[in-house]
């Protein structure tokens, strides 16, 4: 049977214990992109341990403590996607750790029975000692799951963006690797790997994680806004808006308004955006 509203709303897992290590978090930290010259002493703080001064880029929180708790209900999850995400950090994000994390759907949209549902997932995370690490919300949409009850989607506004040229555009070259690297960070989606079922998703190749693209967005406000200072982040926020094929390059517009930085992410050879309405917000030096 197609799974209910009231069944979804019911749908939680709390005390989920999870952790990660030193290594996890160079591997995370090369996987996006840190450290590709070697000889940057400040990128060299993220994937080299032996200085005394390892960091942790702060987006790396969103792959630490994944969970299932969608995916495995009865939804057709071949047509699922993710639509946003926000990260708010309560702490400087650590380069290990052990945690415990409570999920549960907090909202859940349907806009009819051919147009699918809107899901909206919020994880808090919280060291084993009980001080709390970070929350992520999440928005999935589930195509192929419409007419399942539940109110009506209420669009949310997005972060507003500046409506002047960036302060900022910093380029990224992915590599055409980078997410078979990158699904070693937790996220092993076979679309992401195989030719073949990529192709029958509709893409002509396998596809970089989106996780992968706000990272590298978030490693452009690092380096370009923060001084490659990671302790000055405490939010990190966007929406998907289009898939990025490894190897593409990569440019992110940043917009710097005191504590808020804006940016938005785009594949210029496809004149594609691929996210928009990025938002960060950043304490004051």
């Not at 590709?36 to 942790?56: I, K, S």
């Not at 699918?116 to 192929?144: C, H, Q, W």
């Amino acid at each position: 049977m197609p799974v209910t509203y009231e069944q979804l709303m019911k749908i939680q897992a709390l005390d989920q214990p999870y952790s990660y290590t030193e290594r996890d978090t160079m591997l995370y930290a090369v996987a996006i992109g840190m450290g590709r010259d070697p000889f940057d002493q400040q990128e060299l703080d993220y994937v080299y341990e032996r200085r005394g001064t390892l960091r942790a880029v702060p987006s790396q929180a969103v792959t630490v403590a994944r969970h299932n708790l969608i995916f495995d209900v009865g939804m057709v999850v071949e047509k699922m996607l993710h639509g946003e995400q926000k990260l708010t950090l309560h702490r400087t994000f650590p380069v290990a750790a052990e945690m415990l994390a409570d999920h549960k759907i907090v909202e859940v949209y349907d806009k009819g029975a051919d147009k699918g549902s809107m899901i909206e997932v919020i994880s808090k995370i919280r060291l084993t000692d009980g001080t709390p690490l970070f929350d992520l919300y999440n928005l999935y949409f589930a195509r192929g799951d419409g007419g399942i009850g539940g109110p009506p989607r209420q669009q949310r506004a997005p972060h507003a963006m500046p409506q002047r040229a960036p302060d900022m555009v910093r380029a990224t070259q992915t590599e055409r690797g980078q997410a078979l690297l990158y699904r070693l960070t937790g996220d092993r989606n076979v679309i992401h790997a195989d030719p073949d079922i990529a192709r029958q998703m509709g893409f002509k190749q396998p596809i970089l994680h989106g996780s992968c693209t706000l990272a590298i967005a978030c490693r452009e406000v690092l380096a370009g806004v923060c001084k490659y200072d990671n302790t000055r982040m405490k939010t990190l926020g966007t929406r998907f808006t289009s898939v990025v094929f490894p190897g593409e390059r990569i440019e992110t517009d940043i917009w710097v308004d005191g504590n808020m930085v804006s940016f938005r992410c785009r594949v210029p050879e496809r004149s594609a955006v691929v996210l928009d309405h990025g938002e960060c917000e950043i304490t004051a030096l």
